[in-house]
T-cell receptor
Framework: KAGVTQTPRYLIKTRGQQVTLSCSPI?????VSWYQQTPGQGLQFLFE???????NKGNFPGRFSGRQFSNSRSEMNVSTLELGDSALYLC????????????FGSGTQLSVL | KNEVEQSPQNLTAQEGEFITINCSYS?????LHWLQQHPGGGIVSLFM???GKKKHGRLIATINIQEKHSSLHITASHPRDSAVYIC??????????FGEGTQLTVNP
C-alpha cells in the first residue's frame, strides 16, 4: 500500500498570499488530520476530518481551513499568509475516527517571506 | 487545558544502554501516542495506547492512567535510535496535545 502522500514538498510564498496543501491518505483510511510543526511551538493540532466532515478543530485562526473529498483526500488552505505561518505542515491518516495509530506523510515545508 | 510535559529534553547514551523517556499530562485522555521523528521531518507512530503496556521489538511503552504518566523505554539502544521522540495525548479522535520532544543521541 502506498503511504500518506503530501504535495507539494516545499513551498515558498509571500505575506498576504494564500496557499493550498494536499494530502492523499492511505487507501481505505477515511480519517485525515493536519498538524503544524514549528521550532518555537512544536507540533500543534490543526483539524481532523472523517467522511468529509470536520470532527475536531484546533486553536488556530479562521485563516486556516480545510476540507475532505469523497475519496478521502484532504486539502488545507491558509489565507492571508503571515511570516509566522512558516512551518512544516503534516497530515496523518487512519482507518477510522476512533483511537488507532496515525500514519504520517512527509509534510509540506512552507516558507513565508 | 491539557498540558503535556516530556523529560528529559535531551538525552545522550552509549550504544547498548537502556533508555527511558517520560511523559506527563494534565487531563484525562482517551489515548497516548508515542512518535519518532528523524532529521528531515518524517514522523513515525511507534505506539498508541490507552492502558497498560505495549512492546514492539526493543521498544516498550507503558501508561499509568491514574498517575497521568507514560514512559517509553528502549532496550539495547543503537545509534539508529537517534531521533526526536514526541508524546501526544489525545482527548478526542486525532486532536492531540504534544510534548516538546526528547532529542535522543546514541553514540557507538
Amino acid at each position: 500500500k502506498a503511504g500518506v502522500t503530501q504535495t507539494p514538498r516545499y513551498l515558498i510564498k509571500t505575506r498576504g498570499q494564500q496557499v493550498t496543501l494536499s494530502c492523499s491518505p492511505i487507501s481505505g483510511h477515511r480519517s485525515v488530520s493536519w498538524y503544524q510543526q514549528t521550532p518555537g511551538q512544536g507540533l500543534q493540532f490543526l483539524f481532523e476530518y472523517f467522511s468529509e466532515t470536520q470532527r475536531n478543530k484546533g486553536n488556530f485562526p479562521g485563516r486556516f481551513s480545510g476540507r475532505q473529498f469523497s475519496n478521502s483526500r484532504s486539502e488545507m488552505n491558509v489565507s492571508t499568509l503571515e511570516l509566522g505561518d512558516s512551518a512544516l505542515y503534516l497530515c496523518a491518516s487512519r482507518e477510522g475516527p476512533t483511537n488507532e495509530k496515525l500514519f504520517f506523510g512527509s509534510g509540506t515545508q512552507l516558507s513565508v517571506l | 487545558k491539557n498540558e503535556v510535559e516530556q523529560s528529559p529534553q535531551n538525552l545522550t547514551a552509549q550504544e547498548g544502554e537502556f533508555i527511558t523517556i517520560n511523559c506527563s499530562y494534565s487531563v484525562g485522555i482517551s489515548a497516548l501516542h508515542w512518535l519518532q521523528q528523524h532529521p528531515g521531518g518524517g514522523i513515525v507512530s511507534l505506539f498508541m495506547l490507552s492502558s497498560g503496556k505495549k512492546k514492539h521489538g526493543r521498544l516498550i511503552a507503558t501508561i499509568n492512567i491514574q498517575e497521568k504518566h507514560s514512559s517509553l523505554h528502549i532496550t539495547a539502544s543503537h545509534p539508529r535510535d537517534s531521533a526526536v521522540y514526541i508524546c501526544g495525548s489525545g482527548t478526542s479522535g486525532s486532536r492531540l496535545t504534544f510534548g516538546e520532544g526528547t532529542q535522543l543521541t546514541v553514540n557507538p
